[in-house]
C-alpha cells in the first residue's frame, strides 16, 4: 500500500540505550523530515533530508543521528537515550510543493 | 528562526457551536496550511491556502489567507464530537519545504 508507515509505534527503552526509529515512504518524496511532539512545544522539527545521502538539523537535533541511504527510508537515532527524549515521533515525507506533506502515524517513544 | 503564534491554545465547546482559531506570523508567508490531528495520529492536511485574501472551504471548515500574509483563520462551523483533535497552522516562510507549524489548538467538543 502507498503511504508513510512507522515503526515500531510504540517503545520503551531504558537511559543510556540506543534506539533507532523507522520511517519508511512508497511515495518515492525527495523530501523527508522527522519531528518531536510534546505538549506546550507542538511539532519540532529535528532532522531533515532533502535527498538522499543529504541530510541537516532541524531546530533541535541535540541527541539525535540521522541516515538516508535510500530515498524510501529515512531512520531516526537515538544514541544514548535519555528521559528528555521522552516524547512522540513523527515522520513525514513531502513531495516538490509545501502542501504534499504527509505525516506517519507516528512512535510513542518512553525513555525510562 | 520564524515562529507562528497560534491561539487560542484550547476551546472547549458545546456541541453545535462554531469554532474560530487564528495564526500570525512577524514575517509574511506565501501559502497557509491548516491540519488537524485525530487523538493518537499523525496530522492530516485539512484546507491549503495560496493568495492573499483567499477564503477557501471544506465542508463546515473555512479558511483564509489574511491580506498582510501574516496570519490565517480558520472557521469550524456547526462542529460536531468529531472535530475534536489538534489543530495547527504551518508555512514554508523562507524555505519552500520546510515548514513552520503552530503550537496547535486542542479543541474539544462536548456531546
Redesign the interface.
Known amino acids: 500500500d502507498a503511504g508513510i508507515t512507522q515503526s515500531p509505534r510504540y517503545k520503551i527503552t531504558e537511559t543510556g540505550r540506543q534506539v533507532t526509529l523507522m520511517c519508511h515512504q512508497t511515495w518515492s518524496h525527495s ?1 523527508m ?1 522527522w519531528y518531536r511532539q510534546d505538549l ?4 519540532r ?1 529535528i532532522y ?1 533530508s ?1 535527498a538522499a545521502d543529504i541530510t541537516d538539523k ?2 533541535v537535533p541535540d541527541g539525535y543521528v540521522v541516515s538516508r541511504s535510500k530515498t524510501e527510508n529515512f531512520p531516526l537515532t537515538l544514541e544514548s537515550a535519555t528521559r528528555s527524549q521522552t516524547s512522540v515521533y ?1 515522520c ?1 515525507s ?1 513531495g ?1 510543493a ?2 504534499t ?6 512512535t510513542r517513544l518512553t525513555v525510562l | ?1 520564524q515562529q507562528l503564534n ?1 491561539s487560542p491554545q484550547s476551546m472547549f465547546i458545546q456541541e453545535g457551536e462554531d469554532v474560530s482559531m487564528n495564526c500570525t506570523s512577524s514575517s509574511i508567508f506565501n ?1 497557509w ?1 491548516w491540519y488537524k490531528q485525530d487523538p ?6 485539512l484546507i ?1 491556502l495560496y493568495k492573499a485574501g483567499e477564503l477557501t472551504s471544506n465542508g463546515r471548515l473555512t479558511a483564509q489567507f489574511g491580506i498582510t500574509r501574516k496570519d490565517s483563520f480558520l472557521n469550524i462551523s456547526a462542529s460536531i464530537p468529531s472535530d475534536v483533535g489538534i489543530y ?1 497552522c504551518a ?2 516562510g523562507s524555505s ?4 513552520t ?4 489548538t486542542l479543541l474539544t467538543v462536548n456531546p
Not at chain 1, 506546550?40 to 511539532?43: C, I, N
Not at chain 2, 507549524?101 to 496547535?104: A, D, I, N
Open positions: 523530501y523530515f506546550g512545544h507542538g511539532l522539527l531533515y532533502a532541524g531546530e513523527f513525514a513531502q516538490l509545501p502542501d506533506q504527509y505525516f506517519g502515524p507516528g | 528562526g497560534q501559502t496550511l493518537g495520529e499523525g496530522p492530516v492536511l491549503a495547527f508555512g514554508p519552500n519545504y520546510k515548514l507549524f503552530g503550537k496547535g
